[in-house]
């Protein structure tokens, strides 16, 4: 039986998932990254002045904003049953993890040089990765369903997104050969 998570049984499935979502992300992760951000914002100056040294992170932050704006306005209204305000909410709500990863990992590159070269170093060697994997690909499958034995997923594909056999209109900017446009701006 096919699951996103490889799973042998739904049962095992069951059990390892809840053991995840309850125990090690609600009861240790995000107490324990959400307690770091407050921390940081009590006693650290994690942000940035945009200069050629710092720009990659500035990239950084666009992207998760964008992130964050698909995960919340587009995916999840599509793949959850909930209305999209309610669903947009509560996303909002469990996006405070990610800022706070995001603030955690700006203070340690901000004020050591050498997470600040390995946080460079990877995000070109993801970005490198990313390109030589996705080379041919048309379109790049997100899982769209609450269940981890459902094998829909969202499909985007020439500027629509297919979930469960029904078509929306997902705008991707694109210059003329067909490429995301990789504009910089701060």
């Known amino acids: 039986m096919w699951n996103i998570y490889n ?3 739904p049962e095992e499935g069951k ?5 995840v979502h309850n125990i090690l992300k609600y009861k240790f992760v995000v107490p324990l990254i959400n307690q770091l951000g407050r921390i940081i914002d009590r006693n650290v100056d994690y942000s940035m002045k945009y200069d050629n040294h710092s720009k990659i992170y500035f990239a950084f932050d666009k992207a998760l904003k964008e992130a964050e704006k698909v ?4 995916w999840a209204a599509i793949t959850y ?3 999209p305000k309610i669903m947009k909410k509560h996303l909002k709500k469990q996006y405070t993890v990610i800022a706070n990863f995001k603030k955690l ?3 340690i590159c901000k004020y050591d040089t050498a997470y600040d070269a390995f946080f460079k170093i990877f995000s070109f060697e993801y970005a490198k990765a990313l390109q030589s994997r996705f080379k041919y690909d048309k379109y ?5 369903s ?3 034995w459902d094998m829909s997923y969202m499909v985007v594909k020439d500027g629509y997104a297919f979930v469960k056999g029904k078509k929306y209109k997902v705008v991707l900017e694109e210059d003329e050969n067909g490429n995301n446009e990789t504009k910089e701006d701060k």
């Open 81 to 83: 049953d909930n209305t």
């Open 146 to 148: 609450k269940k981890s």
């Open 15 to 19: 059990k390892v998932f809840a053991w």
């Open 71 to 74: 995960w919340c306005d587009e």
């Open 105 to 107: 990992l700006f203070t």
């Open 140 to 144: 790049v499958p997100l899982f769209g």
């Open 7 to 9: 799973f042998k049984t």
